[in-house]
């Protein structure tokens, strides 16, 4: 049976099909309770979650579904920049504001994002999965998370990453080809050296770690999750296809561009966090490629940018959104998660038995 | 049965495993014939050959094997540098002819590869396959090699190219990822659009046209043709897997630096040839990768580095040589051809039986 992998017995999942934690958004507790629901497993974007936050979708999601689901968090070291830099990121976003009729002040800036708290809040409210992006949290924490029978994902872009995830002592690894939306997880060295394609990053991350492989990037059907399982992945976890469905919270108009997307569109941007993430070019990736242009270091870029961001969602301004997307956007469909999981266990099911 | 497609019908072949052209010396006739003669499909990579030297292979290959194999060409429109941007272009890579003791002199520039002539050998000599990389020939090549009963084979990076390949009439299209090693076979648009991973292309060029699609790009062995075949592709085309053969003409110090790289050590780059195309990051690439650097358009670029490449490799110095390489390299192995197929096979036959 092409379901039951070590994969879907360490998370308690009939399927072992993950929801991508997009962050800002898109993860409503609506995504991540059907999701579970359906059989898969759900997942709480939660990297830019407050305290509050955390709880109360915990709290949401748990009021819908009685099936496991995860949380994701974020590994940000403190960044510093100088009142100088800061002032020329911050200068670059000028015209933005101006065509979007916001204030020129400098918003709330966060240096890092906390962890440790929302890690009380995950082992408090007895979340069953925490995922981590952007690094290997503490020592401490993922042996405070296994004391309690919580199981610990980590994500990776390249083998010496997979091989670190193993080696922190977590229980899945998550190998992020370039095909994949959203923000890089790569941790290790520059980024544009995580950039290798899931079907070659795949099978050499299974020759060098034991834990279970989850493939990700540029999966968006039964064909991506059954070529994934012929590369000795144990599971996928898909972004894109969960985003642009009726029960996930991204902006609408985001998950029309998505919808309406070719292959071609997305490029890789620092432009949006300060961290390469992947999304549908647009104007305001294209402006703040040019020369002269300061992007500061994530998460700093992404406080800057916010206030921008969130007017263009209100707008519904394209132009000024972040478009996160993969590469396999002509595949994406608008409809409910259980309609998705309905035609990707057939399709499955067509082709794997 | 998963050796029986479209494909392999078309080609006549007992596997639609297929050799990718790799155009600059690992094609020999050894190689080509002894993939036909293990049941695959060889292609002689004839890009850069004078008409006697594809005469003289084709030959050479017919001698060794009954069976069909290919060649394949290069559609390459005429280039024009003036006088002074070749010189700054010739002038960058002084200080690599001044390293290797070569004379400061300009070689001979070709600003295009000739294709009429190569054409009418296939047909004279009766080759069964030909296939294009960089575009599509004129629609005269294309209806006189149909009219010989000689099967032609496009490339393409994107679904917009993949639908330019079949509304030209050819009978199956390669779809290469970015993973894959060498050339960039992308010819509408700027190459960077082509840079799509194979688990997100091949999905999506298959919902898109009819004609057979050949996967490429990160295969290396039973689990990426396997993969492939779920993702919709009716056969692969393997380069860096038959680059590290012991049949292969390539450099040894070329095949030992792929045997041992990582994934992570690929780059795309036009400082060879002046088309993007991936390959060992060296000390080569990083210096024409500064600012004030003038690469000239492919083939010229091409010619301008031909003598730089030639002398490292006759000194085995890697440092100036074009490391063609795929991101699955550390799955490369030194070995026969003969026992490359003996593996391939066996470990399809446990995946898809």
């Known amino acids: 049976m092409w379901n039951k992998t ?19 958004g898109p993860t409503t507790p609506e995504l991540v309770s059907e999701v579970s629901n359906e059989g898969g497993l759900g997942i ?21 579904t009685n099936k496991p689901f995860g949380v994701n968090l974020f590994v940000v070291k403190e960044q510093f920049v100088s009142e100088t830099d800061l002032r020329k990121s911050f200068e670059s976003l000028g015209p933005f504001r101006e065509k979007l009729k916001l204030p020129d002040e400098l918003p709330e800036i966060k240096t890092s994002l906390g ?8 082992i408090h409210e007895e979340v069953p999965i925490c ?19 919580i199981i610990v994902v980590g994500t990776a872009t390249t083998v010496e990453e997979a091989k670190a995830v193993e080696e922190a002592g977590m229980d899945a690894v998550v190998a992020q080809g370039s095909e994949a939306g959203g923000h890089r997880a790569t941790f290790i060295g520059h980024s544009n050296n995580g950039l290798i394609g899931t079907m070659a990053l795949v099978p050499q991350v299974k020759d060098y770690v034991h834990i279970p492989v989850i493939a990700s990037g540029g999966i968006m059907d039964g064909r991506g999750f059954a070529a994934a399982s012929m590369l000795g992945a144990e599971g996928v976890q898909m972004g894109t296809a969960f985003l642009t469905t009726k029960e996930s919270g991204a902006n609408e108009f985001h998950k029309r561009a998505v919808l ?20 549908i070019n647009n104007y305001f990736i294209h402006q703040l490629t040019g020369e002269g242009v300061l992007i500061a270091p994530y998460p700093i870029q992404n ?42 266990v057939s399709d499955i099911n067509g082709l794997l038995n």
Chains 1, 2 share one sequence.
């Open 6 to 24: 070590r994969l879907s017995t360490l998370f308690g999942v009939e399927y072992p099909i993950i929801q991508a934690p997009m962050a800002g």
């Open 44 to 64: 709480i974007g939660a990297g830019y979650f407050t305290a509050e936050k955390l709880t109360s979708s915990i709290q949401e999601v748990k009021k819908r």
């Open 115 to 122: 962890i440790t708290e929302l890690i009380d809040i995950v």
């Open 131 to 149: 995922s981590f992006t952007f690094g290997i949290p503490d020592k401490e924490i993922i042996t405070r998370l296994k004391k309690h029978n």
């Open 260 to 279: 309406t997307s070719t292959e071609e569109q997305t490029v890789i941007t620092t432009a949006f966090s300060g961290k390469a993430a992947r999304g």
């Open 303 to 344: 406080s800057l940018t916010k206030p921008i961001r969130s007017e263009a969602m209100k707008q519904g301004d394209t132009r000024f959104m972040s478009l996160w997307s993969g590469q396999g956007s002509r595949m994406s469909e608008n409809t409910t998660v259980k309609e998705l999981f309905g035609k990707l």
